[in-house]
């Protein structure tokens, strides 16, 4: 039986990837149906950098993709050596496409691991092979304009279930949330459960206060982006004062800065929320403030330091 409906697909890049030992143009790529992955979002992924050819800050990637497997009791099939060797060969096979060497590329590379092919079946099936799929694409860099002027979000009932300290697959309240903004031609929707902020649809939230950086705890009711440790260390290394504590919706709202962060944006100016604006009451009222441009201006910084200098 052919669908009623009729669309053309969209096209998928012929980039390489990596499935299950092989390598391959990635819209040939093909799972099971009966993959838990696909039926369940049983699965585990990680997103890493790669600036100037070196994959960032790999080992912190490498420790909170191993936490997400074990509280799902997947054992991960490779040594953090072994995943190095295929992100190198994907990063390389991307660069030679697009006719660059890989250092004078940044890309992105996406790792994934599901439970593995089995009957459908709540119970967590034992003795079956996981799905291990890699890909890689450019890394998108935010735009001058959009940076300078700072980006507008949405808020939101944080609505996810509560274990959101695992990055799993299964991403639909994810899915969901960001929805809710694009519908709004917004950036992010920033979430709050309670009274209490939680995190954005697909980053993590900061607020500037009287010049101190704050976040939310690190706890299950959010994911731990690897930018969490590595803003606090430039922080340090800027003498930004850093706390880690609940913040409450007022907070937010009447901060002098509001700050996303992610692999892909970096870190990056929330300059409006819903109606409000961000920052008011200040001298930088709906700009990108003094703080946020000094942990920008360190954070490219730390790139150069970490791998365009050590290639």
């Not at 706390?243 to 892909?264: C, K």
Request: charged fraction near 20%; aromatic fraction near 10%; hydrophobic fraction near 40%.
């Amino acid at each position: 039986m052919t669908s009623k409906y009729s669309f053309t697909p969209p096209e998928l890049p012929s980039t390489i990837c990596y499935l299950n030992g092989e390598f391959c143009p990635l819209a040939q790529a093909k799972i099971s149906v009966l993959d838990r992955g696909f039926i369940f979002g049983d699965g585990i992924y990680e997103v890493v950098p790669i600036y100037f050819g070196k994959p960032f800050r790999f080992e912190q990637h490498m420790n909170r993709f191993q936490r997400s497997l074990k509280e799902l009791r997947i054992e991960n099939p490779f040594s953090n050596v072994e995943w190095l060797e295929i992100i190198n060969t994907l990063a390389s096979r991307f660069a030679e496409s697009v006719n660059q060497k890989v250092e004078d590329t940044n890309q992105i590379i996406y790792l994934q691991i599901s439970r593995g092919v089995a009957p459908r079946d709540h119970v967590m099936t034992k003795g079956i092979s996981p799905t291990v799929f890699v890909m890689t694409n450019p890394l998108k860099a935010i735009s001058p304009e959009l940076r300078n002027a700072g980006v507008h979000c949405v808020s939101a009932h944080d609505f996810r279930w509560e274990k959101a300290h695992i990055k799993a697959t299964s991403l639909l309240g994810a899915v969901l949330s960001r929805q809710m903004s694009a519908d709004m031609d917004a950036t992010e929707t920033i979430m709050f459960r309670g009274d209490n902020l939680s995190e954005a649809s697909s980053s993590n939230v900061w607020i500037v206060s009287n010049g101190t950086v704050f976040a939310p705890p690190k706890d299950n009711l959010l994911l731990e982006g690897i930018r969490y440790g590595l803003i606090e260390e430039i922080c340090g290394e800027i003498d930004i004062p850093f706390v880690l504590r609940p913040i409450s919706r007022n907070e937010v709202f009447n901060a002098d800065e509001v700050l996303l962060s992610s692999a892909t944006k970096e870190v990056l100016a929330v300059t409006k929320i819903d109606e409000t604006v961000i920052g008011s009451h200040t001298s930088h009222s709906g700009q990108p403030g003094p703080v946020y441009k000094r942990i920008y201006k360190a954070y490219q910084n730390y790139i150069e330091r970490i791998c365009k200098n050590t290639n």
